[in-house]
C-alpha cells in the first residue's frame, strides 16, 4: 500500500463535459488540471491535487458521486483507493480538534 498515491489512477470519471466556470460535471478538473494530473510525480503531489480535488467536490456538492465511481475506477484497474488514506487522514484531524 506504500504507492498508493504514486499509482493512482486519474481523477477523471469520464464525464468530460465543461460546463461550469471551465470545470468538467463528473470530476471538477479543468482541462489544464487534466493534462497536468499526467504528469505529476510521486505521491506528495498526486496526494496534494487530490486533496484539493476532494475539498472542491465537497464544496459543490459532488463529493459523494464522484467518490463512488472513482473507487469503482480504481477496482477496475486493479489500485488501491488514495481516498481510503485522504478520508483515514481527514478523520484523524477531526479526532484531534
Not at 493512482?8 to 463535459?17: E, Y
Not at 479543468?30 to 505521491?43: I, M, V
Request: with cysteine.
Amino acid at each position: 500500500m506504500a504507492k498508493t498515491f504514486a499509482k493512482a489512477p486519474s481523477p477523471c470519471i469520464s464525464v468530460c463535459k465543461f460546463r461550469i466556470e471551465g470545470q468538467c460535471i463528473g470530476c471538477r478538473m479543468t482541462k489544464p488540471e487534466k493534462k497536468r494530473f499526467k504528469k505529476l510525480e510521486g505521491k506528495g503531489e498526486k496526494r496534494a491535487f487530490l486533496a484539493m480535488l476532494s475539498a472542491r467536490l465537497q464544496a459543490a456538492g459532488r463529493y459523494g458521486y464522484w467518490s463512488r465511481l472513482y473507487r469503482r475506477r480504481c477496482e477496475k484497474k486493479g489500485r488501491p483507493c488514495p481516498l481510503d488514506k485522504l478520508e483515514a487522514g481527514l478523520d484523524k484531524g477531526r479526532e484531534a480538534a
